[in-house]
């Protein structure tokens, strides 16, 4: 008898994942958690945070920008770890880099969502993605069945990238916010933005346990790693590599990004600042 064997292909390149700040490290947490020998490279677009009040030509400008430094660093995929910039630039990215695998962290959460029984799901995110209504316009081509309510949360992204999140102000003002009757009787909220993952936390305590609170790294992972396995684009290097970009290094990124970091093989002193081309 004839045995055939067939060898697994590997891709060791790094993925990589963008976003204004520190919000898109929620994302490569959970890539980290699902895929430890996948090499990364992080680049926070802390120069034009946030991109939330940013109209969509600046937006995807900055994007097509980004992609393309992340394209000159090899990377076999990129994650746009921002739900705005998933919102507004992720058609045109896709588009002009064809040859990249490019992810974005609203459509696999869409997918998730639209798979329920839900009556009432809330989506909060910042007013440029709610603006573009992309969640409701979504869930209501996979699943007509389910009313999703939309309502931007402007505040959250700055408290958080300034570090106020977990104290007396951010209890405030997330409870002003998810007191709006238009997310009454809402059994699931969506956190539309990277960002907010950092405050899952207050918002459980808000609800009390009596809403289920969807965030992105956990689904968006498990997408990017079903696809690149069935693909053959896994790494199977021993130790990855992570690196991390940002556009202007702030003393509030690198002070929230310490608190976040726990890994014991991705230092802060590995963070260089991205030199623009002249």
């Not at 090499?39 to 991109?51: E, K, R």
């Not at 977990?166 to 916010?177: D, G, K, L, P, Q």
Request: charged share 20%; hydrophobic share 40%.
């Amino acid at each position: 008898m004839v045995r055939i064997f067939f060898a697994m292909k590997y891709d060791n390149r790094p993925i990589g994942i963008f976003d204004s700040g520190i919000g898109g490290l929620t994302i490569a947490d959970g890539l980290i958690n699902l895929m430890p020998k996948e090499s990364m490279i992080y680049f926070g677009d802390t120069q034009h945070l946030p991109y939330g009040d940013k109209s969509a030509k600046t937006v995807q400008r900055y994007s097509l920008g980004i992609t393309q430094f992340l394209n000159e660093n090899n990377c076999k995929a990129i994650v746009i770890a921002c739900n705005t910039a998933s919102a507004l630039a992720y058609p045109i990215v896709k588009e002009r880099f064809p040859d990249i695998k490019i992810y974005n962290v609203i459509d696999p959460v869409v997918e998730n969502v639209a798979q329920t029984n839900l009556s009432k799901v809330g989506v909060i995110a910042t007013r440029a993605t709610i603006k573009s209504d992309i969640y409701a316009l979504r869930i209501a081509e996979l699943n007509a069945s389910i009313n999703t309510v939309s309502m931007a949360t402007p505040l959250l992204v700055p408290m958080i990238e300034e570090g106020f999140h977990n104290r007396n102000v951010s209890h405030e003002i997330i409870s002003a916010y998810l007191s709006n009757e238009k997310l009454n009787n809402i059994e699931e909220l969506i956190l539309g933005c990277t960002h907010y993952p950092l405050i899952k936390k207050e918002i459980k305590e808000f609800y009390g346990g009596k809403v289920e609170i969807i965030d992105s790294p956990g689904i968006v992972a498990e997408k990017v790693y079903r696809d690149l396995h069935k693909n053959n684009m896994l790494s199977n290097m021993d130790r990855a590599d992570y690196k991390f970009f940002v556009s202007d290094l702030t003393d509030s990124f690198e002070a929230s990004a310490g608190k976040f970091i726990h890994y014991d093989n991705i230092h802060l002193s590995e963070v260089k600042l991205w030199e623009k081309p002249s």
